[in-house]
């Protein structure tokens, strides 16, 4: 795993774009196809907005999965992800080959099913997170389960992580968050051939000096990327405020 901190959250976004760029064209030339996961936040846009703009990318091409969605939200909701990743990815870059979680089905389990077993059919190639301000990867919050192999699972939300969506103005306030979401697992995320985490903002800095200078275990969900072989994760110099100096790596 490598800690890259960076000045603001543009030029963050900017060089976890080119990275994300240079796995998908790499898929591309090699297999004539990519699959990618893509996460959708406040956290995201710098990034997403760049990688939209990459040259070089066959986006015909690329299958893209998502990390989560809240249950019985609709698409239509400003807080859904479905609508953030339709936004941010899909159409700008014209994405055809995409698999959206509808939280607001009428059976979320079946959606589970479904979707998971596109996922796990074949090996993703990069998958893009963010950090939540609890630690969590996709809904996985403290304590997350480390253990399910299960592509997806239904999760309850804790507070923090359902005050974090109203902190950043998705929701008028708790009461109106759902306090339940399909999220990708732990051990899935787990399973891409690469990891790109971008986590800007001051609102991150404890989470992210929790996971990854603490120890690894589900109260800080995020220590699982120190797991994986080629995670890299994107810091700004707020986010990572609380860290050591011996291990950033300031670009």
Same mark, same amino acid.
């Given at each position: 795993? +490598?800690?890259?901190?960076?000045?603001?959250?543009?030029?963050? $976004?900017?060089?976890?774009?080119?990275?994300?760029?240079?796995?998908?064209?790499? &898929?591309?030339? =090699?297999?004539?196809?990519?699959? /990618?996961?893509?996460?959708?936040?406040?956290?995201?846009?710098?990034?997403?907005?760049? #990688?939209?703009?990459?040259?070089?990318?066959?986006?015909?091409? +690329?299958? &893209?999965?998502?990390?989560? !969605?809240?249950? =019985?939200?609709?698409?239509?909701?400003?807080?859904?992800?479905?609508?953030?990743?339709?936004?941010?990815?899909?159409?700008?870059? =014209? *994405?055809?080959?995409?698999?959206?979680?509808?939280?607001?089905?009428?059976?979320?389990? !079946?959606?589970?099913?479904?979707?998971?077993? %596109?996922?796990?059919?074949?090996?993703? %190639? /990069?998958?893009?997170?963010?950090?939540?301000?609890? $630690?969590? *990867?996709?809904?996985? %919050?403290?304590?997350?389960?480390?253990?399910?192999?299960?592509?997806?699972?239904? +999760?309850? #939300?804790?507070?923090?992580?359902?005050?974090?969506?109203?902190? !950043?103005?998705?929701?008028?306030? *708790?009461?109106? +968050?759902?306090?339940?979401?399909?999220?990708?697992?732990?051990?899935?995320?787990?399973?891409?051939?690469? /990891?790109?985490?971008?986590?800007?903002?001051?609102?991150? &800095?404890?989470?992210?000096?929790?996971?990854?200078? $603490?120890?690894?275990?589900?109260?800080?969900?995020?220590?699982? #990327?120190?797991?994986?072989?080629?995670?890299?994760?994107?810091?700004?110099?707020?986010?990572?405020?609380?860290? =050591?100096?011996?291990?950033?790596?300031?670009?």
């Amino acid at each position: 795993m +490598v800690l890259k901190v960076f000045e603001d959250r543009a030029s963050l $976004g900017q060089a976890a774009a080119e990275q994300a760029a240079t796995a998908i064209r790499r &898929a591309l030339a =090699g297999r004539g196809h990519a699959r /990618i996961i893509a996460a959708t936040a406040a956290s995201q846009l710098e990034f997403l907005d760049a #990688l939209t703009k990459a040259r070089g990318i066959d986006w015909s091409k +690329v299958e &893209a999965f998502h990390l989560d !969605e809240y249950i =019985g939200l609709p698409v239509t909701h400003p807080g859904s992800f479905r609508k953030m990743l339709l936004e941010q990815l899909v159409q700008k870059t =014209g *994405i055809a080959n995409y698999h959206l979680l509808d939280g607001d089905a009428a059976d979320p389990s !079946e959606v589970v099913r479904r979707v998971g077993h %596109d996922l796990a059919s074949r090996p993703v %190639d /990069i998958a893009f997170l963010g950090i939540g301000e609890n $630690g969590h *990867i996709a809904f996985n %919050d403290p304590p997350a389960d480390f253990l399910t192999e299960e592509p997806y699972i239904i +999760v309850n #939300l804790d507070e923090a992580c359902r005050q974090q969506q109203v902190g !950043e103005a998705w929701f008028a306030d *708790i009461s109106q +968050v759902p306090k339940q979401a399909i999220s990708m697992s732990a051990r899935q995320i787990l399973k891409a051939t690469e /990891i790109l985490a971008v986590v800007p903002g001051p609102r991150k &800095a404890q989470a992210v000096k929790a996971c990854f200078e $603490g120890p690894i275990g589900p109260l800080a969900p995020a220590s699982i #990327l120190r797991q994986h072989p080629n995670a890299t994760i994107y810091l700004d110099k707020n986010s990572a405020a609380l860290l =050591g100096p011996a291990l950033t790596e300031f670009c």
